[in-house]
C-alpha cells in the first residue's frame, strides 16, 4: 500500500518557485518525510528530509503540516537543471525506503 | 566524504548468460547496502539489502542473488539472465538507525537480448 499521494505531473516557469506537494495521511509519529529526485537516467539524489519542523537546505525547503499529514516540497527558483522526477517518502528511515511513482516536474523556459 | 562506486555503467547480456554486478563505498562503516531495480518507465523497487556482513535480506522472488563478502562491498548476481531482468540497477548505501539517509550510485543500465 502506498504511504504517500502525489500528483503525477507539474509544470513550473524558470525562475519560480516549484512547489510540489505531497499528501501521507497514515503517517505515525516516528516516520520521517523524505524527498528524492531522479534526473533522466541518472542515481535518485538525496533532497531534503524531516520529522515535524520545517527544513531548509541549499537545495529547498520542507513544509509539513501540524497534523503531518502532509508537506510541500519548494525549489525557490527553479532552474531547467531541476526537471526531474521527485519522489516523497514517508518511513523510519533505519533500513529501506519505498519509492512510488512520484512527480514528473517539468520547468518550462 | 563518503562516495559509492558502480559499475559497469551499461551491460548488453545475452539470455542464459551469468551476471555479477559490483558496488563498493568508501568513507563509512558498517553501512545498510541495497540494490534496487527500475524497469523503464517505473519506479524503484527495492531487490536486495544488508545490514552487515553476510547478512542479505530479498524483497521480491526472483532470478537473483545478491551477497556482502566485505563491509564495503555488495555484489548482485544471477547464474542466467531472462528478459525480464533487463532494467536499470541501483545500489545505495545508508547508515543506520531512524532519520537516515540513502545515497545512490550512478546505475548500471543492463540489457538482455
Known amino acids: 500500500d502506498a504511504k504517500t499521494t502525489q500528483p503525477p505531473s507539474m509544470d513550473c516557469a524558470e525562475g519560480r518557485a516549484a512547489n510540489l506537494p505531497c499528501n501521507h495521511s497514515t503517517i505515525s509519529g516516528n516516520e520521517y518525510v523524505y524527498w528524492y529526485r531522479q534526473i533522466h537516467s541518472q542515481g535518485p539524489q538525496y533532497i531534503i528530509h524531516?520529522?515535524?519542523n520545517n527544513e531548509t537546505n541549499e537545495m529547498a525547503s520542507l513544509i509539513i503540516t501540524e497534523d503531518r499529514k502532509s508537506s510541500t516540497l519548494i525549489l525557490p527558483h527553479a532552474t531547467l537543471r531541476d526537471t526531474a522526477v521527485y519522489y516523497c517518502i514517508v518511513d523510519f528511515g533505519n533500513e529501506k525506503l519505498t519509492f512510488g511513482t512520484g512527480t514528473r516536474l517539468t520547468i518550462i523556459p | 566524504s563518503q562516495t559509492i562506486h558502480q559499475w559497469p555503467a551499461t551491460l548488453v547480456q545475452p539470455v542464459g548468460s551469468p551476471l555479477s554486478l559490483e558496488c563498493t563505498v568508501e568513507?563509512?562503516?558498517?553501512?545498510?547496502l541495497y540494490w534496487y531495480r527500475q524497469a523503464a518507465g517505473r519506479g524503484l523497487q527495492l531487490l536486495f539489502y544488508?545490514?552487515?556482513?553476510?547478512?542479505i535480506s530479498s524483497e521480491v522472488p526472483q532470478n537473483l542473488s545478491a551477497s556482502r563478502p566485505q563491509d564495503r562491498q555488495f555484489i548482485l548476481s544471477s547464474k542466467k539472465l531472462l528478459l525480464s531482468d533487463s532494467g536499470f540497477y541501483l545500489c545505495a548505501w545508508g547508515g543506520q538507525g531512524p532519520g537516515n539517509i540513502q545515497y545512490f550510485g550512478a546505475g548500471t543500465r543492463l540489457s538482455v537480448l
Open positions: 544488508s545490514v552487515g556482513i553476510g547478512q
Open positions: 524531516g520529522l515535524k
Open positions: 568513507g563509512t562503516s558498517n553501512p545498510n
